[in-house]
């Protein structure tokens, strides 16, 4: 075959390789949709399979695991990161590229320890963050859990991923140690110095900490620009086609629904839905869901 890809755990992907290595081709290309690299470059190398191994990274799918969750579509333009060996030919990488971007997704290209140290600050610090969250209300909740109660809104939003697999999320820690212990170094040392903020009650200081992260976090793509506001979106599963985002416009147009923002979401790792449908307050987001749900739309609320 002219492909092979590596879908399992990283553990177990890492077992297949010796046998691979006595049954596939000279041509074929190789590849993995793990969430790190690493290991299996290091792997690959020592197994003398450079030459066929390009690393591959969807940014696809959510926090649900299992068949029941996919789609047809689950990659149409999100970014599908390539981390080709060293010794993999142009030829080879022009061809995964092609095979990337006929299937609709947006091909970058990284080394394989550029790649596991963005995915460690931007995927696996996240994930950490988002179950030591839900961690410590858990263990500071009252007997009535009144915590576990009132949760909702922002909580819910920034802790969701922590619903993620756990047997993955494990070996994704292990595989990836060096990159995700010099991020959380970081992240403490942000965390310490929020509490020294808090403590010494340092009004300025705490205000330049949130006007930072509000001002770069409203500077990513899909975000809002101005001043923090409730935002009021959904997200739209979509076949990637011509006329499909017009389709819904018109939809939400002929019931009076204004629309703030609307777009592709590039970067849907854990993100239900390719389409992200901003509304500019709750009754148009509302009514915009329950028009697109009668039409049989899938839809995502947030």
């Not at 060996?85 to 290209?109: Q, R």
């Not at 992240?187 to 009004?203: E, F, N, S, T």
């Not at 009754?283 to 049989?296: D, G, S, V, Y």
Request: glycine share 6%.
């Amino acid at each position: 075959c002219d492909y092979i890809f590596l879908c399992a755990t990283v553990d177990y992907n890492l077992e297949c390789l010796p046998w691979l290595k006595e049954t596939m081709r000279s041509s074929c290309i190789l590849t993995d949709v793990g969430s790190v690299k690493g290991e299996i470059h290091r792997r690959i190398t020592a197994l003398g399979m450079a030459s066929n191994f390009i690393g591959g990274h969807p940014m696809a799918g959510s926090e649900k695991t299992g068949y029941e969750y996919s789609t047809d579509h689950l990659i149409e333009n999100a970014y599908y990161i390539l981390t080709p060996s060293e010794e993999a030919g142009l030829d080879k990488i022009g061809a995964y590229t092609e095979l990337v971007s006929s299937i609709g997704a947006l091909p970058m290209i990284l080394s394989w320890d550029e790649h596991d140290f963005i995915t460690a600050s931007v995927s696996h610090l996240p994930h950490i963050v988002a179950s030591s969250l839900v961690n410590v209300v858990k263990k500071l909740d009252s007997p009535q859990e009144h915590m576990k109660t009132i949760a909702a809104g922002g909580f819910k939003d920034i802790t969701r991923i922590a619903s993620s697999s756990p047997h993955m999320w494990e070996q994704i820690c292990l595989e990836n140690p060096e990159y995700i212990s010099k991020v959380l170094d970081e992240y403490i040392r942000q965390i310490v110095q929020a509490k020294y903020l808090v403590d010494q009650k340092d009004g300025e200081g705490l205000y330049e900490m949130f006007a930072q992260s509000r001002d770069y976090r409203n500077s990513f793509s899909d975000a809002p620009s101005g001043p923090l506001k409730k935002a009021f979106t959904l997200y739209c599963d979509v076949v990637d086609e011509t006329g499909a985002i017009a389709t819904i416009a018109t939809i939400l147009s002929m019931n009076n629904i204004s629309i703030k923002n609307i777009g592709i979401v590039h970067n849907r790792e854990f993100e239900d839905g390719v389409l992200r449908i901003e509304f500019y307050d709750e009754e148009a987001q509302k009514l915009a869901a329950e028009q697109l749900k009668k039409r049989n739309y899938i839809i995502y609320e947030r």
